[in-house]
């Protein structure tokens, strides 16, 4: 399952350097498939569209950190537990019911960003 910043962030920006996949980003701020991945150009994503992995894509939050569900991975194949809620002062970083997903598909995940 992704993690989910809560509506409790006090925008401290302690989470975002944490992210392996560089998944967080700060609240109105446009993110990009390739931002810390080796995603690079058109890209088919596990779901079977098609992107740019250049092209910006829309803010999820305007207000606080947000966490891109399709790059978020929980840290599986880089640590033994999500990085962020690790850092998170205010416990924020929360399994997001909305994307419930096991460890396999979290895995396979992390080598389709990487090229594993």
């Known amino acids: 399952m992704a993690i989910i910043i809560t509506d409790e962030c006090i925008n401290c920006g302690a989470c975002e350097p944490e992210c392996p996949n560089t998944a967080i980003y700060e609240g109105a701020d446009d993110w990009r498939w390739k931002d810390g991945t080796k995603l690079n150009g058109k890209v088919i994503l596990p779901d079977g569209s098609e992107v740019d992995a250049d092209d910006a894509q829309t ?4 207000d606080i950190y947000y966490i891109v569900p399709g790059k ?9 537990e999500p990085q ?11 399994p997001d019911d909305n994307h419930v997903e096991s460890e396999e598909v979290l895995l396979e995940r992390q080598a389709f960003l990487h090229n594993e």
């Open 84 to 94: 962020c809620a690790a850092v998170c002062p205010v416990d924020c970083c929360v």
């Open 72 to 80: 978020c991975t929980e840290c599986k194949g880089f640590h033994e």
């Open 59 to 62: 803010p999820i939050s305007d």
